[in-house]
């Protein structure tokens, strides 16, 4: 079983920045795949960035590229996101997911979730 735990959401101004943090626990992450995925209301739970643990490759969405950075500590277990440049379209709750295997951009194919963050960006 893995366990996810996501800290770092808040209030933002537009043009501002924030630190998202995944905190991973009960397993060895090595053949893991990580993703930051994001839901506004009354809208679909969508890709934002993913990372494959080993190797540390990284995949974005094309309206946070450029923008955001996803990484990861590894003595720590956890992931980060890194938002600047945010906009009041990256309002929503922002969610840590991770699957075994090669990364994907479909939520529905992620095994394990955290509780979320409220990310809201006024304009």
């Known amino acids: 079983q893995v366990q996810l735990v996501e800290s770092g959401g808040g209030l933002v101004q537009a043009g501002g920045s924030l630190r998202l943090s995944c905190a991973v626990s009960g397993r060895t992450l090595s053949n893991y795949a990580m993703g930051w995925f994001r839901q506004a209301p009354g809208k679909e739970r969508e890709f934002v960035a993913g990372?494959?643990?080993?190797?540390?490759?990284?995949y974005y969405a094309d309206s946070v590229k450029g923008r955001f950075i996803i990484s990861r500590d590894n003595a720590k277990n956890t992931v980060y996101l890194q938002m600047n440049s945010l906009k009041p379209e990256d309002t929503a709750v922002y969610y840590c997911?991770?699957?075994?295997?090669?990364?994907?951009?479909?939520?529905?194919?992620?095994?394990?979730w955290g509780q979320g963050t409220q990310v809201t960006v006024s304009s």
């Open positions: 997911a991770a699957r075994w295997g090669i990364s994907s951009t479909t939520h529905r194919e992620y095994d394990y």
């Open positions: 990372l494959r643990w080993s190797g540390g490759a990284t």
